[in-house]
Each structure stands twice: as structure tokens, then as C-alpha cells.
T-cell receptor
Framework: AQKITQTQPGMFVQEKEAVTLDCTYDTSDPSYGLFWYKQPSSGEMIFLIYQGSYDQQNATEGRYSLNFQKARKSANLVISASQLGDSAMYFC???????????????FGTGTQLKVEL | DAGVTQSPTHLIKTRGQHVTLRCSPISGHKSVSWYQQVLGQGPQFIFQ???????GRGNFPDRFSARQFPNYSSELNVNALLLGDSALYLC????????????????FGPGTRLTVL
């Protein structure tokens, strides 16, 4: 079974600084996808970034980058130049594409609450 | 373009009642997934539908059921509500289902917050 582990329940960062949110995963599937989502207090899950297991380069999307270390089974999210609006819960998730009906699902970690301070 | 929409936004029910939650996917998306998120945890997968067929089911009791309509919108039904069903119910849509690339990225709606008293 797939498993996602986020060991940082909460993180603080100063505005304009960079922050790294940790994520480790466990799977026996050679083909997998890793996702990061942001969940503000309003509740909506906002997609940030995707990394495929066969992607040669680390994914980047604006201020977000994914530090993908396949051998260590880690997929850490790096947010550069933090802004007050980055304060939210961040979830790492893995895609399981082998459901009985041919579909897929996301398995989420427990999340990291990020607080950006002035 | 409109994102995923869900209705209602909030709902209060009592134990034993039935509830129906609705979801409209992003235009052009044919797959809808449902997740339950209880306070302090990550979302848990309930169902996935693609082209009106169930493509995946999570570890939830038979009290939970869903369907997808020809316009790709979806309903989640929960019967005989229990206190433990209180949660945020998230709907996500994706272009397709079962892919192993970024094309199946799931985009979430704002959720329906269900409280069972």
C-alpha cells in the first residue's frame, strides 16, 4: 500500500524567506505521481505542482519547486520568497493508478501548517 | 473558466438522516472523484467516476453511494448518517481517469461542510 509521510505538523517562516516542506513516500509501483496541494482556511484544495516518477528534472511552477530525490523517496516542496498569503495547510499526495475499476486515487499525508510572519 | 463547483456549501443533519451532495466538474473534465476530510487529517478517497462508470471505491461503508450524470456532474449520497460522518466533503475533477501522467491532475472544489448532530 502507498503511504505519504509529512513529519512537520507546523512551520514558521519570515516573509520573503524560502521554506522547505518535507514529504516522504512509500510505494512498490515503479510508475507514480506526486502532487502538492495548498489548503487555506476556506477549505478548498489548490493544486500547486506535479512530479512524475520518470521525470528527469525537478518540477517548478513559479515560486514553487519540488526537490525530488527518488532514491531517498522524498518529494519536498520549496516555496521561495514567502508571502503572507502562503499561510495555509500544505498536503503532499501520491497517485495510485491501479484501482480495481481502472481509475486512480490520491493518497494524502497529514499535512503541514505553514505560517508566514512579517 | 469556472472551476469545480459544489453545493451546498454547508449542511446540518441529524443522525439517521440522508444527505445528497452535488458537484459540477471543470468544463471538459470527464472524471469526478469524492474525498472525505475529517478535522486534522488529509482527505480520504471515497469514489471515482469516469464516463458515468465507477472506476474506484475507497474503504467506506455501503451507506455511501455516488453516481455521475451524462453532463459529467456527480452526486454523493450518504444514508443513515452517523456522527462520524461529520466532515468536509471534497469533489475533484480531472480530464480523464487512470492515466499515469499529469493529465489526470485532480482539481478540487470548495467542499461541502457536513455537520451531523
Amino acid at each position: 500500500a502507498q503511504k505519504i509521510t509529512q513529519t512537520q505538523p507546523g512551520m514558521f517562516v519570515q516573509e520573503k524567506e524560502a521554506v522547505t516542506l518535507d514529504c516522504t513516500y512509500d510505494t512498490s509501483d515503479p510508475s507514480y505521481g506526486l502532487f502538492w496541494y495548498k489548503q487555506p482556511s476556506s477549505g478548498e484544495m489548490i493544486f500547486l505542482i506535479y512530479q512524475g516518477s520518470y521525470d528527469q528534472q525537478n518540477a517548478t511552477e513559479g515560486r514553487y519547486s519540488l526537490n525530488f530525490q527518488k532514491a531517498r523517496k522524498s518529494a519536498n516542496l520549496v516555496i521561495s520568497a514567502s508571502q503572507l498569503g502562503d499561510s495555509a495547510m500544505y498536503f503532499c499526495a501520491m497517485r495510485d493508478a491501479h484501482l480495481t475499476g481502472g481509475g486512480n486515487k490520491l493518497t494524502f499525508g497529514t499535512g503541514t501548517q505553514l505560517k508566514v510572519e512579517l | 473558466d469556472a472551476g469545480v463547483t459544489q453545493s451546498p456549501t454547508h449542511l446540518i443533519k441529524t443522525r439517521g438522516q440522508h444527505v445528497t451532495l452535488r458537484c459540477s466538474p471543470i468544463s471538459g473534465h470527464k472524471s469526478v472523484s469524492w474525498y472525505q476530510q475529517v478535522l486534522g487529517q488529509g482527505p480520504q478517497f471515497i469514489f471515482q467516476y469516469y464516463e458515468k462508470e465507477e472506476r474506484g471505491r475507497g474503504n467506506f461503508p455501503d451507506r455511501f453511494s455516488a453516481r455521475q450524470f451524462p453532463n459529467y456532474s456527480s452526486e454523493l449520497n450518504v444514508n443513515a448518517l452517523l456522527l462520524g460522518d461529520s466532515a468536509l466533503y471534497l469533489c475533484a475533477s480531472s480530464l480523464i481517469s487512470g492515466a499515469t501522467s499529469s493529465t489526470d491532475t485532480q482539481y478540487f472544489g470548495p467542499g461541502t461542510r457536513l455537520t451531523v448532530l
